[in-house]
């Protein structure tokens, strides 16, 4: 069902919303876990969110997140994208790290709540309202470093974005780092900040001396993903990426575009590529980094031991902008959704 609202964005306030993630909504929805049960969820000012400065998550680290996006429909209706399978990740990455999680409907519940609260804030295509679900671990008692947190605090927040990569659909520049991993050993599918804080320092670094705009990480030649998506490689025919196992995250989108282009003809090769391999496919094929801020952004240049390697002319390739198109249609409603992966609001 469509409604007149008093929309606070149009395309031209896109620039406004830059960088990614910097303008947030007033308004969170929170709930807490006691050790036995989820309290009923609240809409709360963001201003109003306390906590306790001994809280497990801020000493021992039990946090984790999610990422996913609600549109803004061409008919001004309102849809989240895949919400099931980020709410099934957040679960994963609770289990994981020792932190009660919300089930699948409390998780479903409180990003459509937002969304809701929030419609105003949605911007038009080919912006988006990003939705960020947090989990912590909760209590206070700062001894507790081998003891897992009884209570979780749940609460979900919400951005209006444009672009994850500033300057628009162009091709990215990545570092090829070939020695040091991204995480810890088995924690490349938790979706925690230590993951991110521990890869900043190298894409700073990479930032710095070569205008990187990401790392690629391919520790042992094992080519991985990058530093906030995970990486395609695409040609005419098919499309190869690293099969899932617990090295990286399990991205929605990349199962997405995985999905989309099977059903567009593409084979799909789920298997581990060398950087030897990578460096040779830049002679005929294309690269992509796909999730959820990402959207699908192709890949114009990889540096690996100071030497520069071009992929198409440094261009946007047509088969990663074909499969991009392709998410974009379904995401914003133009394309039917066949599988089930919208929720409307
Ligand atoms: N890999 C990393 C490290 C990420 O931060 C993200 C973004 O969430 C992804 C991959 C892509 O995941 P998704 O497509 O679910 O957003
Ligand atoms: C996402 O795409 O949802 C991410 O988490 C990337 C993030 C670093 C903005």
């Excluded at 932190?99 to 519940?109: A, G, K, L, V, Y």
């Excluded at 919400?158 to 020695?179: Q, T």
Aim: hydrophobic share 35%; proline share 6%.
């Amino acid at each position: 069902m469509t409604m007149t609202r008093n929309w606070r964005y149009t395309t031209a306030d896109l620039p406004k919303l830059s960088p990614f993630g910097s303008v947030q909504t007033d308004r969170i929805s929170l709930s807490q876990f006691d050790g036995s049960a989820w309290s009923t969820p609240q809409l709360i000012p963001a201003a109003d969110f306390a906590l306790h400065p001994g809280s497990h998550c801020l000493h021992y680290g039990s946090s984790c997140f999610e990422g996913l996006k609600a549109y803004r429909w061409q008919d001004d209706s309102l849809a989240i994208f895949r919400p099931d399978q980020h709410a099934k990740r957040m679960v994963t990455s609770g289990e994981l790290l020792s932190i009660t999680p919300p089930d699948e409907s409390h998780f479903i519940e409180m990003c459509k709540s937002v969304v809701r609260d929030s419609a105003d804030s949605i911007p038009p295509a080919p912006g988006a309202l990003y939705l960020r679900p947090v989990l912590l671990g909760a209590d206070t008692n700062i001894g507790a470093a081998s003891t897992p947190s009884s209570r979780s605090i749940f609460y979900v927040m919400a951005s209006p974005v444009g672009d994850y990569f500033a300057g628009g659909e162009r091709a990215l520049r990545l570092l090829v780092e070939d020695k040091l991993p991204r995480t810890a050993p088995g924690f490349g599918q938790v979706k925690t900040g230590s993951n991110y804080a521990a890869a900043l320092s190298i894409t700073l670094a990479a930032k710095k001396k070569w205008k990187a705009d990401q790392v690629l990480f391919c520790p042992s030649s094992d080519v991985q993903e990058t530093g906030a998506a995970n990486f395609l490689l695409i040609d005419d025919k098919k499309i190869i990426t690293k099969p899932l196992d617990d090295s990286f995250l399990h991205g929605v989108t990349r199962n997405s575009i995985l999905t989309i282009g099977k059903e567009l003809g593409y084979e799909i090769e789920e298997r581990n590529v060398t950087t030897d391999e990578l460096l040779k496919w830049t002679e005929h094929g294309e690269a992509a980094l796909s999730g959820t801020a990402a959207v699908l952004a192709p890949v114009g240049s990889l540096i690996f031991e100071e030497k520069e390697y071009t992929l198409c002319n440094n261009e946007p390739g047509p088969n990663a902008r074909r499969l991009r198109q392709a998410l974009i249609d379904l995401q914003q409603g133009v394309a039917e959704d066949t599988r089930g992966w919208i929720t409307r609001i």
